[in-house]
């Protein structure tokens, strides 16, 4: 993986890809018992709610298909994929304390922040078969991916040893 470095002259964006008329970003409603949920809604208007198996449940990007990634917490934090027709699949980084938000491109694969045990985030790509890789920018005490383009190219920000933020670009070989 090659890590380019974006210092605050030179801004990352976080450019999602939504497929006209499907709305799933980073949204999710409360009922009565403030408990949240996620939802989306159709080209049609017609709204569909979810839930992934744990207390609360945030739905965080969707990609053309109509594919849902983001995070559901139970006793931690729990990454999943909503396929288009309505199945959930959750997930884990091998060891983490949590597997946080998360970012779908075209393809199904995911770029997402984790955990470790001492709740340091870190950088991870689960490819569109499930394997994940996890990676840090050299340097940096905090990863956290923020977006994953149609080419598995991976932006997001980092803090160096001296708690200055920067931005990054990971491009896949």
Same mark, same amino acid.
């Given at each position: 993986?090659?890590?380019?470095?974006?210092?605050?002259?030179?801004?990352?964006?976080?450019?999602?890809?939504?497929?006209?008329?499907?709305?799933?970003?980073?949204?999710?409603?409360?009922?009565?018992?403030?408990?949240?949920?996620?939802?989306?809604?159709?080209?049609?208007?017609?709204?569909?709610?979810?839930?992934?198996?744990?207390?609360?449940?945030?739905?965080?990007?969707?990609?053309?298909?109509?594919?849902?990634?983001?995070?559901?917490?139970?006793?931690?934090?729990?990454? +999943?994929?909503?396929?288009?027709?309505?199945? @959930?699949? $959750? !997930? *884990? /980084? #091998? &060891? =983490?304390?949590? %597997?946080?938000?998360?970012?779908?491109?075209?393809?199904?694969?995911?770029?997402?922040?984790?955990?470790?045990?001492?709740?340091?985030?870190?950088? +991870?790509?689960?490819?569109?078969?499930?394997? @994940?890789? $996890? !990676? *840090? /920018? #050299? &340097? =940096?005490?905090? %990863?956290?991916?923020?977006?994953?383009?149609?080419?598995?190219?991976?932006?997001?920000?980092?803090?160096?040893?001296?708690?200055?933020?920067?931005? +990054?670009?990971?491009?896949?070989?």
């Amino acid at each position: 993986m090659n890590v380019q470095d974006r210092t605050p002259e030179n801004h990352c964006h976080d450019h999602r890809l939504r497929p006209p008329g499907l709305f799933a970003d980073n949204r999710r409603y409360y009922d009565a018992n403030s408990r949240p949920h996620g939802f989306v809604r159709d080209s049609g208007g017609t709204i569909t709610t979810f839930d992934g198996p744990g207390v609360t449940t945030s739905p965080i990007s969707i990609n053309p298909s109509g594919a849902i990634a983001g995070y559901y917490e139970g006793a931690q934090l729990h990454g +999943f994929v909503r396929d288009p027709g309505g199945a @959930i699949t $959750t !997930f *884990d /980084v #091998p &060891g =983490a304390a949590g %597997t946080g938000q998360s970012r779908i491109n075209p393809s199904g694969a995911i770029a997402g922040i984790y955990y470790d045990a001492s709740f340091t985030p870190h950088g +991870f790509m689960r490819d569109p078969r499930g394997a @994940i890789t $996890t !990676f *840090d /920018v #050299p &340097g =940096a005490i905090e %990863t956290d991916p923020f977006s994953i383009n149609p080419s598995g190219a991976i932006t997001g920000g980092y803090l160096d040893a001296s708690f200055v933020p920067h931005g +990054f670009v990971l491009v896949q070989p």
